[in-house]
């Protein structure tokens, strides 16, 4: 079993900034990938940035990139997204991913709960 939890949110005037953190916690052997996707009110969801195994490489979707930083921790099995200059389009759940090697050998995608993130004014 693994289970990831996402914790930050909240409401957030417009040109703030907001910090997600994500940690994974079960029968971990290997973390291969976590990122953040986000899903706005009647919209499908959405990439918005993936780091992979020691923060070897990172994407970013174009709707954030250059206002966030996506950055993770190995040792704690931890994820965290930062994002700056915050607009009312990037009001939406946003859910933690990962992608996971467990201890019976079984490789699988993970989603947390989701934490709810309102940019307005």
């Known amino acids: 079993q693994v289970q990831l939890a996402e914790s930050g949110g909240g409401l957030v005037q417009p040109g703030d900034s907001l910090a997600l953190s994500c940690v994974a916690s079960?029968?971990?052997?290997?973390?291969?990938?976590m990122g953040w996707y986000r899903q706005a009110p009647g919209k499908g969801r959405e990439l918005v940035a993936i780091i992979t195994s020691g923060g070897i490489n990172t994407m970013y979707a174009d709707s954030v990139k250059g206002r966030s930083a996506i950055s993770s921790d190995v040792k704690k099995n931890m994820v965290y997204l930062e994002m700056h200059s915050l607009k009312p389009e990037d009001t939406a759940v946003y859910y933690c991913n990962a992608e996971i090697l467990t201890q019976n050998l079984d490789t699988s995608e993970y989603w947390g709960q989701g934490t709810q993130v309102t940019v307005s004014s």
């Open positions: 079960g029968s971990i052997l290997v973390i291969n990938s």
